[in-house]
């Protein structure tokens, strides 16, 4: 079978194809160009694929999708934070730039029958269902199904994921093992790989003319302080707020026509259920009738047990049995069934607060 893998320059990528080529298969590395200064895929990490690639004896192809990846990632984030919302690009860089603009640009290039990255998580096909499904890696700590909830079943049927069996540890004696030293120790990517060290010189450095300044408020509307542009604060927010107060503050709120931060306490962060749109069920066909799952509500939040309520526009109302702390609008949600299985997940549009709580 003939592979293209996916390849950042980092450590599990690199095991990955070297994994892949040791089963015989005919694997061919891509690596995809898209932001100048991004921590994954440009400048060090595309030599490092390089070296790994003649390292394995395996072909390695760089493709500059550098403007799609402009228009499909950069330019929605930052009309996302502008708005008020966090939101989370990963899920939107799998969907649209690996699985679609890079799978789209390999296979004008070349044939090849799968496409691999070196991501934990696991994957298999239903027969009963007729369905791909997803599974969180073996690694609690590493398990990146989060990122895959958008996928189609078409672009499932077409990937492979071998680290989904292995924890990190594990993947970092494979990599010394098979000589990868230049590799083995490397860090792992941030999230917001093409941000640079610093969201906020991010926004200072592309985008400052767009950023306005306004008020720091407490729920009731009182004005405690200024802030020079919602876009460095996100909801839980505690740090960075500049305000003196007898209790701790943190972000509970961001009005973006007002252009205000609120903030209250720590007790105003919390939400009993949340709805979420752009819902997309992975593992299995839409649902009509509510059930429970387990739910995460950010990428390194824990998991709970919630009850799911498809809406009759293809939303999901979400009710936790416990308050959820800092639910964050614009951030992605997930839901895994009793097997670790991902069900589906969508983005957050709103959440309810406590009762007790009046924000």
């Not at 390089?50 to 394995?56: L, P, R, S, Y």
């Not at 008020?84 to 296979?107: D, I």
């Not at 499932?156 to 071998?162: A, C, E, G």
């Not at 941030?190 to 906020?200: A, P």
Request: aromatic share 8%; charged share 20%.
């Amino acid at each position: 079978m003939r592979i293209a893998v996916g390849m950042s320059g980092g450590v599990d990528s690199s095991v990955a194809a070297t994994l892949l080529k040791q089963a015989g298969h005919d694997v061919v590395g891509v690596t995809m160009l898209i932001w100048d200064g991004s921590k994954c895929c440009s400048g060090d990490a595309i030599e490092h694929a390089e070296w790994v690639a003649k390292h394995i004896g395996i072909e390695h192809h760089v493709y500059n999708l550098e403007a799609e990846f402009a228009q499909e990632v950069v330019n929605p984030f930052v009309n996302s934070y502008l708005n008020g919302k966090t939101p989370s690009p990963c899920p939107t860089c799998n969907y649209r730039m690996k699985f679609h603009h890079l799978w789209n640009a390999v296979q004008e290039h070349m044939e090849v029958d799968k496409m691999a990255t070196g991501h934990y998580v696991r994957i298999a096909y239903n027969e009963a269902l007729q369905r791909h499904q997803l599974f969180r890696g073996i690694d609690p700590n590493k398990d990146q199904t989060y990122m895959f909830y958008r996928l189609s079943q078409e672009q499932l049927s077409q990937l492979m994921f071998p680290l989904g069996g292995f924890t990190k540890t594990q993947i970092r004696e494979m990599a010394k093992n098979l000589g990868l030293d230049p590799v083995m120790n490397k860090p792992d990517s941030q999230d917001l790989c093409f941000v640079g060290d610093s969201l906020n010189d991010f926004w200072r450095n592309h985008y400052q003319s767009n950023i306005r300044t306004g008020e720091i408020v407490d729920i009731h509307g009182k004005v405690l302080g200024h802030h020079e542009g919602i876009v460095h604060y996100t909801i839980g927010q505690r740090k960075g707020l500049g305000i003196a107060h007898e209790k701790p503050l943190y972000v509970v709120g961001i009005d973006a026509e007002k252009a205000q931060v609120i903030v209250g306490y720590r007790e105003d962060t919390f939400a009993t259920e949340l709805e979420a749109g752009e819902v997309n069920w992975s593992g299995i066909t839409p649902p009509q009738e509510p059930f429970t799952a387990h739910v995460k509500v950010r990428y390194r939040s824990a998991i709970t047990q919630a009850r799911i309520v498809p809406l009759e526009d293809g939303r999901v109302r979400i009710l936790f049995e416990a308050p959820q702390e800092a639910i964050t609008p614009g951030q992605v949600t997930v839901f895994y069934d009793q097997d670790d299985m991902l069900i589906g997940g969508g983005v957050i549009e709103g959440v309810r607060k406590l009762e007790a709580v009046t924000a």
